[in-house]
């Protein structure tokens, strides 16, 4: 569908503005099976109605990300939920981008969950929170080439979530105990893309019993609130290993994080971003501190976030 542009943005019809919150995916052990939101940071989208069929994006961030809508995680997203809505539609959204691209943070699942859950509540939420999903996942392989869900569903669900399967898509949310995250996101940039590459397509026998391990180790911690089998669950025996390696200071905060006392943590989704979960929230700002002085020492610039999980996902409010 063409990116029609004969309506100037804010002439529509009635409108929304769309908060669509950061993810960590994996969470260490789950690659592409789990995911957790973030209350920040957050993209924030502002989306119309509009009188003409056709999507209109504009930017009001510094990241010049394409707005055709085949080329755009957000407009790819928008356009397979209108395949399926029928009805001729049109909608114009303005994306204003606090999460980075690049970052491990879900950028581009925040633009493409925010702008399916703007739409559907435009159009009265006539499509369930695993339809939104699986349009958004059109987003993902726009963005990094393969249709993963492990951002997209605690992006739109909010809390932590198990994919236990894409096709079928079958979602799982999890229960999750309150936790804080702390993030550091070194400002350098890890392709999701390439991140994938460097990955070992075979993996031994005696890693995968202990990663299955850890990974129903980790969803039963959640799930009985127990702090102390989260913590020991937070291993990565198979892509850590690998992908570590593009992170500078990775094993230096991870240690030091711990020896800080929090739970653990890992690489968010493909990096640079680490995040570590703590039960406290002095504890999680010690862990912040052992991150400034690991990046300050390494002459690397770098940002913090403190924050714990977001239960309630993309959130809608009218304009």
């Known amino acids: 569908m063409a990116n029609e542009s004969s309506t100037p943005l804010g002439a529509g019809g009635k409108g929304v503005q769309v908060y669509a919150p950061a993810t960590v995916a994996n969470l260490v052990c789950g690659f592409d099976v789990l995911g957790m939101a973030l209350q920040q940071p957050q993209d924030i989208m502002t989306m119309r109605l509009r009188e003409q069929p056709g999507i209109v994006i504009q930017h009001s961030d510094g990241y010049q990300l394409p707005v055709e809508p085949?080329?755009?995680?957000?407009?790819a997203s928008l356009l397979a939920l209108m395949d399926?809505?029928?009805?001729?539609v049109g909608f114009e959204i303005i994306i204003d981008k606090r999460i980075k691209p690049g970052s491990g943070l879900g950028s581009s699942a925040a633009s493409s969950a925010g702008a399916v859950?703007?739409?559907?509540?435009?159009l009265g939420n006539p499509f369930s929170n695993e339809d939104l999903v699986r349009f958004a996942m059109n987003g993902e392989k726009v963005a990094s080439g393969v249709k993963h869900a492990d951002n997209i569903a605690p992006c739109i669900y909010g809390g932590v979530t198990l994919i236990r399967s894409i096709f079928p898509l079958d979602i799982v949310q999890l229960t999750a105990p309150p936790m804080y995250v702390t993030v550091v996101h070194p400002q350098i940039e890890v392709r999701t893309s390439d991140a994938r590459q460097i990955l070992r397509k075979e993996v031994q026998l005696k890693a995968a019993i202990k990663q299955w391990g850890n990974i129903a180790g980790l969803v039963a911690g959640f799930?009985?609130?127990?702090y102390d089998l989260i913590g020991r669950s937070l291993e990565d025996v198979i892509i850590e290993p690998v992908r570590s390696i593009l992170i500078p200071g990775f094993d230096e905060v991870k240690k030091k994080s711990k020896d800080a006392g929090a739970l653990g943590g890992g690489i968010s989704g493909s990096g640079p971003s680490i995040f570590m979960m703590s039960r406290e929230e002095y504890v999680a700002?010690?862990?912040e501190e052992v991150m400034i002085d690991v990046y300050t020492r390494l002459g690397i610039e770098f940002k913090t976030y403190v924050t714990m999980i977001n239960y309630s996902g993309a959130k809608c409010m009218a304009l």
């Open 117 to 122: 859950v703007g739409a559907n509540h435009l």
């Open 223 to 226: 799930m009985k609130n127990d």
């Open 70 to 75: 085949e080329k755009n995680v957000a407009g």
């Open 84 to 88: 399926e809505w029928k009805e001729k």
């Open 285 to 287: 700002k010690g862990v």
